[in-house]
């Protein structure tokens, strides 16, 4: 039996039209039907889309967006990562050339200011990082330890401590190299005040921004603190 696609009345296989409408019953029929069909699904479809975009177009895109979103913040995370560790470098470049024309430039010329002739020499013992804080100690072969604590945002040094258990003269050449650092910007009569401070075995003094304090026992040690 064929179905007529225009009224749905029943007709002969051998029918080419139906009894009813007329309709021609051919492949054509069929054809037409089918893609009635997908007409009919297409339409739907498209105005399901529009009313959901009219609704709420915010989630029209829900999951690609979110998947969107993760990838974005993963890529952000990892050159936010990349950003961190170049500066870290820069910073530690940074802090490393200050104390390397500390140690080799300054240092030396400021012996020849105070009178010496030659500074001990000194090499790296411990070089850590905490943020912009940058704590650098060299040690002379005889145990005279040199300490930089040195605040890279601030661009100047927390705490300088110099420390001698037996040697006391290297302790003292580069003592009087370090009261002479830039750094400070003492004068000389604040130098003076400092060596009076460490031959009358003073153990604290204050001049401008800096704390100055000195131990005598059990080691030998001295120390320059921002307040």
Same mark, same amino acid.
């Given at each position: 039996m064929k179905e007529c696609p225009k009224c749905g009345e029943l007709n002969g296989d051998q029918n080419e039209r139906s009894y009813k409408c007329s309709e021609y019953l051919g492949k054509s029929a069929v054809k037409k039907k089918i893609l009635g069909l997908l007409?009919?699904?297409?339409?739907? @479809?498209?105005?399901?889309?529009?009313?959901?975009n009219n609704e709420n177009p915010d989630t029209v895109h829900e999951e690609v967006g979110v998947e969107k979103e993760q990838e974005n913040v993963e890529a952000s995370d990892n050159e936010n990562e990349e950003a961190i560790a170049e500066q870290r470098l820069k910073n530690q470049e940074e802090?490393?050339?200050?104390?390397?024309?500390?140690?080799?430039?300054?240092?030396?010329?400021?012996?020849?200011?105070?009178?010496?002739?030659?500074?001990?020499?000194?090499?790296?013992?411990?070089?850590r990082a905490d943020d912009g804080i940058f704590n650098v100690s060299y040690e002379t072969r005889t145990?005279?330890?040199?300490?930089?604590?040195?605040?890279?945002?601030?661009?100047?040094?927390?705490?300088?401590?110099?420390?001698?258990?037996?040697?006391?003269?290297?302790?003292?050449?580069?003592?009087a190299s370090v009261i002479y650092l830039s750094d400070f910007g003492f004068t000389e009569q604040e130098i003076g005040s400092i060596a009076s401070m460490v031959s009358d075995e003073i153990?604290?003094?204050?001049?401008?921004?800096?704390?100055?304090?000195?131990?005598?026992?059990?080691? @030998?040690?001295?120390?320059?603190?921002?307040?």
């Open positions: 007409v009919l699904l297409c339409l739907c @479809v498209t105005g399901c889309s529009e009313k959901k802090i490393t050339s200050i104390i390397v024309d500390i140690i080799t430039v300054q240092l030396p010329e400021n012996i020849v200011k105070a009178g010496g002739t030659q500074l001990p020499d000194l090499n790296v013992s411990s070089a145990g005279t330890s040199l300490n930089f604590t040195y605040d890279l945002d601030s661009k100047e040094f927390k705490m300088l401590s110099l420390s001698a258990e037996n040697d006391i003269e290297s302790y003292t050449e580069l003592l153990y604290e003094l204050e001049i401008g921004e800096y704390k100055i304090n000195q131990v005598t026992f059990p080691t @030998v040690m001295f120390t320059i603190t921002k307040k």
